[in-house]
């Protein structure tokens, strides 16, 4: 019986981690594989999703609490605020590039009427 228990908790101990890996390789085929530049943002977005969603994992500590520093003394174990604090950046920094992509997608597509990837690379000569 604790085997199992163990086990199941080592299983779950994981899974964000099997959330990470899939995430990062969706949005590495996304970009790899597709031709659609939407399709190529979304595969972008995804990898910054795998990487934030990869710090806020590694910060994570079982049982832990809120880093607050009037209970420093009381807590023995608490969550690290460096991870939270660097996804918190990256995120707004994400936005920022992906609406800086999402209008460059828009011109692109303004100036050559597809959003096909190779059909902009042929037109372009």
Do not use: W
Request: hydrophobic share 55%; proline share 3%; aromatic share 8%.
């Amino acid at each position: 019986m604790m085997i199992q228990e163990e086990r199941r908790l080592a299983m779950t101990g994981n899974m964000p981690f099997l959330v990470v890996g899939i995430l990062f390789f969706l949005g590495l085929y996304s970009i790899l594989f597709e031709r659609n530049l939407i399709k190529i943002a979304i595969g972008i977005t995804l990898l910054e999703a795998s990487a934030n969603l990869l710090l806020i994992v590694l910060g994570y500590r079982r049982g832990g609490s809120i880093p607050v520093f009037t209970l420093a003394g009381e807590v023995k174990t608490m969550v690290l605020p460096t991870p939270q604090a660097l996804t918190l950046t990256a995120i707004v920094i994400g936005l920022a590039t992906s609406a800086l992509l999402l209008s460059l997608i828009m011109m692109l597509y303004k100036h050559y009427g597809t959003l096909d990837v190779r059909e902009i690379r042929r037109l372009r000569g």
